[in-house]
Nanobody, 114 residues
Framework: VQLVESGGGLVQPGGSLRLSCAAS????????MKWYRQAPGKERELVAR????????NYADSVKGRATISRDNAKNTVYLQMNGLKPEDTAVYYC????????WGQGTQVTVSS
């Protein structure tokens, strides 16, 4: 089983990023997918969630209106589009697959700074 995040980096405040998480080794289309983030010295926070078929999404209040989670079950990939990035969005972003088991990726760093 693998979850490989990509797309992180350094971005200026107000900028955008699209994170990707490529999955393999399990039946992706049957798993709920989530994005979490963890800033230094803080607990891991759920950012967004998408149902297995993609028809239902939920967002943390802190990113609502600025983030969009989506998935492509044909490509075994989940995405997180983040717009209007703020310095407080700086964190390591992790994808999580939740189904019969829970799987985690290794994370991708997002730094929002001028």
């Amino acid at each position: 089983v693998q979850l490989v995040e990509s797309g992180g980096g350094l971005v200026q405040p107000g900028g955008s990023l699209r994170l990707s998480c490529a999955a393999s080794g399990f039946t992706f289309s049957t798993f709920v997918m989530k994005w979490y983030r963890q800033a230094p010295g803080k607990e891991r926070e759920l950012v967004a969630r998408i149902s297995s078929a993609g028809g239902s999404t939920n967002y943390a209040d802190s990113v609502k209106g600025r983030a969009t989670i989506s998935r492509d079950n044909a490509k075994n990939t989940v995405y997180l589009q983040m717009n209007g990035l703020k310095p407080e969005d700086t964190a390591v972003y992790y994808c999580n697959a939740l189904g019969s088991r829970s799987y985690w990726g290794q994370g991708t760093q997002v730094t929002v700074s001028s």
